[in-house]
């Protein structure tokens, strides 16, 4: 069984096609990343995977079961987590309470307060949200979707706008995450793609332009044209 | 007990109590009706907070439940229905009826478009109470809905008797609301506020929590507005307009959105103001947009808001120094 299969997936908005026949199987406890230039429509497969926006035609399964028609939240409940591109926090309410918040609608065995310890984020958890830094508010977006205990877990560019130590720091957090879980990842930092990802899939243009091993990706040369540029 | 900043309200609403308790025998009987007012428009403001100070829905429409309350209670009275309990019953039901049918409508739509869609439906409740003349007697009201017995030793029609009664309902409320917001449904309310999409991404049905949010308010508010009518006396479409709507919105800014004590001290603090201010002059509808601007622009949090967050800080100040003192 798969994590995630998706089959000709399209996405319109207005006349402009977004996503073009996108297929895409992921098994469970695959990394799979997900690369391709700007507005090559990665974004936009995360949110029809996580249901925020609705497909035009295809069909999406999560773990076996047709998930096209459920509503984000139904989604979220199979087990379903993202983070956002740009940050999406309770930013009014302390560390607990955004922690609190996600782990509530699921069925887990931590508390909040275990959560943050075994993550040693403890001491800071009476800090409101918008008081941390934005490196810290960026870690705080993929402990949120932790929270949750997800089987599926979207990540839509993790170490954006973050300094290399930070960088670091998270790719190792997602590296130690327990195989039980099924990531996708959609980054831009190709350090990150490769020190992660099992699998990599190229979007272009809302198509899928290919998608292999790191070597794979590494030696084609039509990937090569459109994002890692040439050699020569 | 350690001085600590969530000990406040519990303190405060105790003196607040106090004070309610005896009020009545130091005031005139102007006073008197002045204040059963203000706890009344507070508790309709209590309720109104819940959506524009917990959910983030500034609905403008509230008067419709207060209103339909209200005419509930009134055309039951003047039918000939004695029974306070179910008059005050089927007010609520009525109220909270009409929450969950425009709720359905409504929540479609959010941030101004809300602002706007709720209105509309707001004026045509308006509309209809003013031309439905059998029932409602339409630009006259309805008048003489007398003060409720209850069966009690005393009479409701002596001034300090019936505000104790609202004095009842208001605590009661208060706390009913109060237990709310700091439940599991109450969290998710405010988590709707801070962030939807993200609330969605969790796991939540965000539509299902608006959607109570919207009828609880509304159920509370057709109390308030039960509670106003046997006050009153009568009760007219004026009642329903979105004048009244904009006035109880008024209430939760200029008191302090998302704290629940914020628009009961904004209800006091314009009806106080009303009245100096139109012994004076008839312009209490200029001074009165020239208190909102000046809110907008030094006082956002209201004047709750503002006090919490500063004696927030003070307090944050006070423990650093006590902490540096130590070492």
């Known amino acids: 069984m798969n994590a995630l299969e998706i089959l000709n997936a399209c996405k319109t908005f207005g006349g402009l096609a977004v996503l073009q026949d996108v297929s895409l199987s992921v098994e469970v406890g695959e990394r799979r990343a997900i690369i391709g230039p700007n507005g090559a429509g990665k974004t936009t497969l995360f949110n029809i995977i996580s249901g925020t926006l609705p497909l035009n035609s295809g069909t999406i399964s999560l773990f076996g079961k047709r998930s096209e028609h459920l509503s984000p939240y139904r989604r979220a409940r199979a087990g379903l987590a993202r983070t956002f591109q740009q940050n999406n926090l309770f930013f009014n309410l302390t560390l607990l309470e955004n922690i609190h918040l996600a782990i509530l609608p699921h069925h887990t065995q931590s508390s909040p307060q275990e959560f943050l310890e075994t993550w040693g984020w403890w001491e800071k958890r009476d800090m409101p949200v918008k008081e941390l830094s934005y490196g810290d508010q960026r870690q705080v977006e993929l402990l949120l979707a932790l929270a949750q205990s997800p089987r599926l877990l979207l990540l839509d560019e993790p170490t954006a706008g973050m300094s290399s130590v930070e960088t670091q720091k998270i790719t190792?957090?997602?590296?130690?995450?327990?195989?039980?879980?099924?990531?996708?990842?959609?980054?831009?930092?190709?350090?990150?793609?490769?020190?992660?990802?099992?699998?990599?899939?190229?979007?272009?243009?809302?198509?899928?332009?290919?998608e292999g091993s790191q070597e794979e990706v590494r030696s084609d040369q039509r990937v090569k044209e459109v994002y890692l540029g040439t050699t020569d | 007990?350690?001085?600590?900043?969530?000990?406040?309200?519990?303190?405060?609403?105790?003196?607040?109590?106090?004070?309610?308790?005896?009020?009545?025998?130091?005031?005139?009987?102007?006073?008197?009706?002045?204040?059963?007012?203000?706890?009344?428009?507070?508790?309709?403001?209590?309720?109104?907070?819940?959506?524009?100070?917990?959910?983030?829905?500034?609905?403008?429409?509230?008067?419709?439940?207060?209103?339909?309350?209200?005419?509930?209670?009134?055309?039951?009275?003047?039918?000939?229905?004695?029974?306070?309990?179910?008059?005050?019953?089927?007010?609520?039901?009525?109220?909270?009826?009409?929450?969950?049918?425009?709720?359905?409508?409504?929540?479609?739509?959010?941030?101004?478009?809300?602002?706007?869609?709720?209105?509309?439906?707001?004026?045509?409740?308006?509309?209809?109470?003013?031309?439905?003349?059998?029932?409602?007697?339409?630009?006259?009201?309805?008048?003489?809905v007398p003060r409720p017995n209850l069966g009690l030793p005393f009479s409701m029609w002596d001034s300090q008797n019936f505000y104790y009664l609202v004095l009842v309902f208001f605590v009661l409320c208060s706390v009913v609301l109060w237990k709310i917001v700091r439940s599991k449904l109450g969290r998710s309310i405010i988590g709707v506020r801070e962030s939807e999409s993200r609330m969605q991404a969790l796991g939540y049905n965000t539509w299902l929590i608006k959607y109570l949010s919207y009828a609880i308010a509304g159920g509370f508010a057709g109390l308030a507005g039960v509670l106003f009518v046997y006050f009153n006396g009568f009760i007219s479409p004026q009642q329903l307009d979105w004048s009244m709507s904009g006035l109880v919105i008024l209430m939760v800014i200029v008191g302090g959105a998302g704290t629940l004590i914020g628009p009961v001290i904004g209800a006091g603090s314009i009806f106080i103001l009303q009245n100096l201010i139109s012994a004076q002059t008839e312009r209490w509808p200029m001074s009165m947009g020239i208190i909102f601007i000046l809110c907008v622009m030094y006082l956002r949090d209201g004047v709750a808001g503002q006090t919490i967050k500063l004696s927030k800080k003070g307090l944050k100040n006070y423990e650093r120094i006590r902490n540096t003192k130590r070492l």
């Open chain 2, 1 to 144: 007990m350690k001085l600590n900043w969530r000990s406040f309200p519990f303190i405060g609403s105790i003196i607040t109590l106090m004070a309610l308790v005896i009020l009545p025998s130091l005031l005139s009987a102007y006073g008197l009706s002045l204040l059963t007012q203000v706890l009344i428009y507070g508790l309709f403001a209590m309720s109104l907070d819940l959506l524009v100070g917990y959910t983030g829905l500034v609905s403008f429409n509230h008067a419709s439940f207060f209103g339909v309350g209200a005419y509930t209670a009134a055309i039951l009275v003047t039918r000939g229905v004695e029974n306070f309990w179910l008059t005050l019953l089927a007010g609520i039901f009525t109220s909270l009826l009409l929450a969950l049918l425009l709720g359905s409508l409504v929540l479609r739509s959010s941030g101004p478009y809300f602002l706007m869609i709720t209105l509309a439906f707001g004026q045509m409740i308006f509309a209809l109470a003013w031309r439905w003349r059998s029932l409602t007697g339409g630009d006259d009201g309805l008048s003489g």
């Open chain 1, 172 to 210: 190792s957090m997602i590296r130690n995450l327990s195989r039980e879980i099924t990531v996708l990842i959609i980054e831009h930092d190709m350090e990150v793609v490769f020190d992660l990802a099992d699998r990599i899939t190229v979007l272009n243009y809302g198509r899928v332009l290919f």
